[in-house]
C-alpha cells in the first residue's frame, strides 16, 4: 500500500515536472544569454525534481525498500554524486547571477516584458466612436465580449506574436480582457472577412506632450494605430493593406490630421505594407520598444493627406 502511494505520487510529480519543461522550452529559443541560462538551469532541475523529491521522503519517513532501490540504481547513484560534489557550487553561481540580475532590474536595465504601452491622456474620446465599415469581402466592426475566444487563439499563436507583443507574452482570458476590454480611450476592432474574424484593429488619440515632442502642430488630431492579422493562412496575402487602407480613409474622413505607426526596424513586411498605404519614414526612434526581452529601434511613421505638411516637419527636423 505504502508502495502505491509512492507510486502515484511520483507519477504526480512527473506530471509537474512535464509541465515546467513545457514553460521553459516555450522561452528557451528566445535568444537572450540570461534566459539561455535560466533555461538550462529549470530544465536540468525539472529532470531531477520527481527522483530526488520521492527519494527525499522516502529518507524522512524511512522508508528503506525505495531507499535501498534508489541508492543502488545508476541514477541514484549519479544524483548522489552531483549532489555530493557539485550541487553548492552551482547553487551559489545561481545565488551570485540573480542577485546580478536583481541589481540590474533595480537600475533599470532590465525590463519585464509587458504589452506595447500606449499613453492616451487626452485627446478626444474615440471609445464609443460607430466604425462599420464595408469593401467587397472585407468589414471592419467594433469589438465585443464575444471575441474573447477569438482573441485568445490568435494571441497564443507564435507567429502572430512574433511581431506584435512578443512570444513571450502568455495569454489567457483573464489576460485578454485586462488588456481589450478596459477603461482606456483606444477604439478597438475587429477585421473580418467574409464574416470570419481574422484580425484586430485600434486607433487612439496621441497625447498634446507627444505630438509637441515629435514637430506636429500644437492643434494637430493625430491618431496612433495598431493592428495584426490572427490568421496566418492569410498572412502576406495584401489584407494588411487592404484594411489598413479602409480604416486611414475612414478617419482621415473624421478630419484627422495624421496617422501615426511605429514599427520594429527588422519587420520589414509591415513597413512595406504601410509604404503601400502612403505612410512616409519620418525618424527613428532608439530602443523605442521592449520586446521578447531586448530594447529595439523602431520607425516613426506619418501619413497625412496634406504632404505639404509631411514635407515641412522633415526640413524642420533637419
Not at 91 to 115: A, D, E
Amino acid at each position: 500500500m505504502i508502495g502505491i502511494f509512492y507510486l502515484v505520487l511520483f507519477l504526480v510529480l512527473l506530471f509537474i515536472s512535464f509541465m515546467i519543461l513545457l514553460k521553459t522550452l516555450d522561452i528557451f529559443y528566445l535568444k537572450t544569454f540570461f534566459k539561455t541560462i535560466i533555461s538550462f538551469f529549470l530544465i536540468f532541475f525539472s529532470c531531477l525534481f520527481p527522483f530526488v523529491s520521492i527519494y527525499c521522503l522516502a529518507k524522512l519517513f524511512s522508508y528503506s525498500e525505495l531507499i535501498v532501490i534508489f541508492e543502488t540504481s545508476f541514477l541514484g547513484n549519479a544524483i548522489i554524486t552531483f549532489f555530493k560534489y557539485y550541487f553548492i557550487p552551482l547553487y551559489i553561481i545561481f545565488i551570485i547571477i540573480s542577485i546580478i540580475v536583481m541589481i540590474l532590474i533595480i537600475l533599470g536595465r532590465f525590463q519585464k516584458q509587458t504589452m506595447k504601452p500606449i499613453k492616451v491622456l487626452d485627446g478626444p474620446n474615440v471609445v464609443n466612436d460607430n466604425i462599420l465599415i464595408k469593401n467587397k469581402q472585407l468589414s471592419i466592426r467594433s469589438l465585443t465580449k464575444e471575441d474573447v475566444n477569438d482573441l485568445l487563439k490568435w494571441l497564443t499563436n507564435e507567429k502572430v506574436l512574433e511581431f506584435h507583443d512578443g512570444r513571450d507574452i502568455s495569454y489567457n482570458e483573464k489576460l485578454i480582457y485586462k488588456h481589450y476590454f478596459n477603461d482606456k480611450n483606444i477604439k478597438r476592432l475587429i477585421l473580418l472577412k467574409n464574416e470570419e474574424s481574422i484580425g484586430y484593429l485600434q486607433y487612439y488619440p496621441i497625447t498634446k506632450a507627444e505630438c509637441n515632442k515629435y514637430g506636429f502642430e500644437n492643434d494637430s488630431l493625430v491618431y496612433g494605430i495598431d493592428y495584426f492579422i490572427g490568421v496566418p493562412k492569410y498572412f502576406n496575402r495584401g489584407y494588411q493593406v487592404k484594411f489598413l487602407n479602409m480604416i486611414k480613409e475612414e478617419l482621415m474622413n473624421r478630419n484627422v490630421d495624421y496617422l501615426v505607426v511605429d514599427p520594429l526596424v527588422e519587420n520589414e513586411k509591415d513597413i512595406k505594407n504601410y509604404e503601400k498605404c502612403g505612410f512616409k519614414k519620418y525618424r527613428l526612434l532608439p530602443n523605442h520598444r521592449f520586446h521578447e526581452g531586448e530594447r529595439h529601434d523602431c520607425y516613426l511613421m506619418i501619413y497625412s493627406k496634406d504632404e505639404s505638411k509631411l514635407k515641412l516637419m522633415k526640413e524642420s527636423e533637419k
